[in-house]
Structure formats: structure tokens, C-alpha cells
């Protein structure tokens, strides 16, 4: 819970201060470029709390099928944004990158903390 709201918190300050301060003229492609992959990122974090806290040995068919889903939804979100929605492709591409990448980083860690977690859980019993 605590690292949804730092992921939230980290990911909407540092938006907000490149549509107002920094590149105000690219505010809606900065925007839906963090918006895609947080929505994700949060998603994937709750599905590991939830995959370690009720059956641990679920999270790889978890994680697999929130692989798949990304697989369809980013292409499908990156299409709507640029083409329906008609936002500054690079803008929105140097947005999307820095929010993506940074919050599977985020995501990676987290996971190797929870399964280290769930590992010495089950050594100590």
C-alpha cells in the first residue's frame, strides 16, 4: 500500500511540474504519457500483493497474464493517444518512455522484495 502511494505521489508531482513548469505547451501529451503506465504499474503492484498474500505460488500465472494484457493495452493506449487523441507524438513518446521504464524498474524491485519476503516466510515455518 505504501508503495502505490509513492508510485502516485512521485509519478503525478513530477508530471505536474513538467506540464506547468517545464514544457507547459506539451501538458496533455506529458499527461497521457504518464497516465498509461501508472495505470499499469499500479495494477501489476496490486496483482503481486494480492498473488503473495493469498497463494504465492500463483504470481508467475499472474504475472504472465499481466504481461499479455500489457501486450494488447499498450498499443492499443499509445494509437488512442497519438492518432485519436492527437497529441505531440514526441512529446508524448519521451513522456511515455521515462514513465515506463521507470516505473518497471520501481515494479522489478518491488518484486524482488516481496518474493525475498515470501521466501524467508516460508523458511522460518
Not at 23 to 43: E, V
Not at 49 to 63: F, H, N
Not at 84 to 93: I, Q, R
Request: glycine share 8%; hydrophobic share 50%; net charge positive.
Amino acid at each position: 500500500m505504501k508503495l502505490l502511494l509513492l508510485v502516485a505521489f512521485v509519478s503525478v508531482s513530477s508530471c505536474s511540474l513538467l506540464m506547468t513548469v517545464i514544457a507547459p505547451t506539451y501538458a496533455k501529451a506529458i499527461l497521457l504519457g504518464m497516465l498509461g503506465p501508472l495505470a499499469t504499474g499500479l495494477g501489476t503492484i496490486i496483482t503481486m500483493e494480492q498473488a503473495l498474500g493469498k497463494d504465492p505460488t500463483s504470481m508467475t500465472g499472474r504475472m504472465i497474464r499481466g504481461f499479455s494484457l500489457k501486450m494488447l493495452f499498450y498499443p492499443i493506449y499509445v494509437w488512442i493517444a497519438i492518432i485519436g487523441l492527437e497529441v505531440n507524438p514526441v512529446a508524448f513518446a519521451l513522456s511515455f518512455t521515462g514513465y515506463f521504464v521507470s516505473l518497471q524498474i520501481s515494479e522489478a524491485f518491488y518484486l524482488k522484495t516481496l518474493t525475498t519476503q515470501a521466501i524467508t516466510r516460508s523458511v522460518n515455518h
